[in-house]
């Protein structure tokens, strides 16, 4: 999944960064308003953390113009003010939740979870597709009762996958939700961590069916081999 984050404290960003990388979500970073605005009308996120007084141009007016280009990725709202008003000028602006600085870490990744749309088949904390499960509360994979052991990446990757079953996905959805927008990633690379994910899901279970389909030309889905 992948985040921005519109931060101009450059301590608080850069920690939000290395923190949400950790948890296997691709993360930029935009220090002012216009260039969050700038990231967010031109790239795809799965959610936006924005704070509210930013240089440039603050949360509420990019919150505002989003809203008006039809962009409809999920924000959460930081700021140090606490005040109702402030949270009131945020949420109709049409932000979606609100957290206050200072937070807890654990706090800002339930909430994340919380706004991020889902797809039919998951319930609560778990994605389940067949008999793999991905619960993205504890970060474990299964396939029937066996644990799966994945890389942040592979991890970051097969969540993609999950959270669009039935749907071909190309390299390039899979790069640009995947990997950050400056890292230097070929086509290719998805092929290759499609292949770490087969190795370690479908090999060890030769009795399974094949979850992971390429489809010639388009790109990759997740689902059974009908």
């Known amino acids: 999944m992948k985040i921005l984050?519109?931060?101009d404290e450059h301590k608080i960003a850069n920690s939000l960064k290395k923190g949400l990388e950790q948890e296997s979500y691709a993360v930029d970073v935009a220090f002012d308003g216009q260039e969050g605005y700038d990231f967010a009308i031109s790239e795809e996120y799965d959610l936006i953390?924005?704070?509210?007084?930013?240089?440039k141009m603050d949360g509420v007016e990019i919150c505002l113009k989003?809203?008006?280009?039809?962009?409809?990725?999920?924000?959460?709202?930081?700021?140090?003010?606490?005040?109702?008003?402030?949270?009131?000028?945020?949420?109709?602006?049409?932000?979606?939740?609100?957290?206050?600085?200072?937070f807890a870490f654990k706090e800002l990744l339930a909430?994340?979870?919380?706004?991020?749309?889902?797809?039919?088949?998951?319930?609560?904390?778990?994605?389940?597709?067949?008999?793999?499960?991905?619960?993205?509360?504890?970060?474990?994979v299964r396939r029937g009762s066996k644990l799966v052991k994945l890389s942040s990446k592979e991890y970051a990757l097969l969540e993609y996958l999950m959270r669009h079953p039935e749907q071909v996905l190309t390299k390039k959805q899979i790069i640009d939700h995947i990997w950050n927008y400056d890292a230097d990633v070929l086509p290719n690379t998805v092929e290759v961590f499609i292949g770490y994910l087969r190795n370690k899901m479908e090999k060890p279970f030769p009795d399974k069916s094949t979850l992971i389909q390429t489809v010639r030309g388009f790109g990759y889905k997740i689902g059974r081999v009908e």
Request: charged share 25%; no cysteine; net charge positive.
């Open 49 to 55: 953390i924005l704070d509210l007084l930013l240089p």
């Open 5 to 7: 984050v519109v931060e």
């Open 66 to 102: 989003l809203r008006k280009q039809q962009v409809h990725t999920p924000v959460l709202m930081l700021t140090a003010k606490g005040q109702i008003s402030d949270k009131v000028n945020g949420l109709d602006a049409g932000a979606d939740d609100y957290l206050t600085k200072p």
């Open 111 to 140: 909430r994340l979870r919380a706004l991020i749309r889902r797809p039919k088949n998951n319930t609560g904390t778990t994605l389940k597709i067949e008999d793999l499960t991905l619960n993205t509360s504890n970060y474990e």
